[in-house]
């Protein structure tokens, strides 16, 4: 329903209910009845597309809402599920939603190629993508993928930074988001988020993966939120108070109670069971995924929602050197901003 046709929807209210405070002969009753002001200010929506279906990784935004920290900050946060064909940022490049998640390098290329987009916040200070290898497969470094195949993303910037630092050519098979294949073939690799596909694998009758991170390749992308830069220029103080609210809602989730959350997610997937659930909660906890890995004391979550221009210099620095991105064509002060952390 658009503003003008609740208002006019509260004015009939109101104008019936001065009808029949006069026909039951109050005609006091009725004056103040006119009288009375509209019942609640209106909300700033806010649409976040999630990079996924509502899982743990979402943990923050689910228990904010839950807790109805978005809406004391006058904001009405509306979560799409996402999925394997998400289209994030164009979404939000468009104005389809305002705010959108994603490994901060898919952000940089959609924003090198015009996308008119901005790092505002992050999801995860350590991006948990990793390969996933069957226990007894014989590959330990990333060295020794050389000529191996494995299912991926084809357009997973690590790709690329894989064969040139290491001088390695895979074979890739464009990733189905399944572990079907996984537990049928003791010999497959696949590209996963340790915090999820693993509980299917182990769920699947296969014994716990292990993994190669990422980011022991020194390839360390944030899991970011970015914004739709005109709406963000415009809604300041709006985009803090949901920032503020998001990062107080990981802080509870992980910290505090994370029943609100939990229940909250099983609303929006009904796949959520209990066990992934915890699960999944678990694994952020035990990589300190939301305060940062390097985080001291490593239950601090002090960082929960930043980012750094250090951090974005190298990423930059990375597409760069890769061939994805132009000598100085982006900078940290052109793709990221901190204006609106808490």
Request: glycine share 10%; aromatic share 10%; with cysteine.
């Amino acid at each position: 329903m658009s503003s003008f046709s609740s208002s006019r929807f509260q004015r009939s209210a109101q104008l019936i209910a001065v009808g029949l405070a006069w026909l039951l002969g109050g005609a006091g009753c009725a004056k103040r009845e006119a009288e009375k002001p509209d019942s609640a200010p209106t909300k700033t929506k806010i649409v976040v597309q999630l990079d996924w279906v509502p899982e743990p990784e979402h943990g923050g935004f689910f228990q904010a809402q839950a807790r109805g920290w978005f809406a004391a900050a006058g904001l009405e946060v509306e979560l799409l599920s996402g999925g394997a064909n998400t289209f994030g940022p164009q979404k939000v490049a468009t104005g389809q939603a305002h705010l959108g998640q994603s490994d901060s390098t898919t952000t940089l290329l959609a924003i090198a190629e015009g996308l008119p987009l901005v790092h505002v916040g992050a999801v995860f200070q350590n991006d948990p993508s990793v390969l996933m290898l069957h226990a007894d497969n014989p590959v330990t470094r990333f060295e020794e993928l050389d000529g191996r195949t494995l299912m991926a993303r084809p357009e997973w910037v690590f790709l690329r930074y894989l064969k040139k630092k290491y001088n390695v050519t895979v074979n890739v098979i464009p990733q189905n988001f399944q572990v079907g294949n996984f537990i049928a073939d003791k010999n497959f690799i696949q590209q996963g988020f340790y915090i999820a596909e693993p509980f299917h694998i182990i769920r699947g009758g296969a014994q716990p993966p292990k993994f190669l991170y990422v980011w022991d390749a020194g390839f360390d992308a944030y899991t970011a939120l970015f914004a739709n830069r005109a709406w963000a220029r415009d809604h300041g103080p709006q985009l803090r108070a949901f920032l503020s609210a998001y990062a107080a809602g990981w802080r509870d989730y992980l910290q505090g109670d994370p029943a609100p959350g939990q229940a909250a997610l099983k609303i929006a997937n009904a796949n959520n069971s209990d066990e992934f659930l915890a699960w999944s909660r678990e694994k952020i906890l035990a990589e300190r995924l939301v305060g940062g890995r390097d985080a001291v004391p490593a239950g601090d979550l002090s960082r929960a929602g930043r980012i750094e221009a250090t951090r974005f210099a190298i990423q930059i620095a990375t597409l760069e050197e890769l061939g994805m991105v132009a000598p100085g064509k982006l900078t940290p002060g052109t793709v990221m901003t901190t204006d609106f952390l808490p």
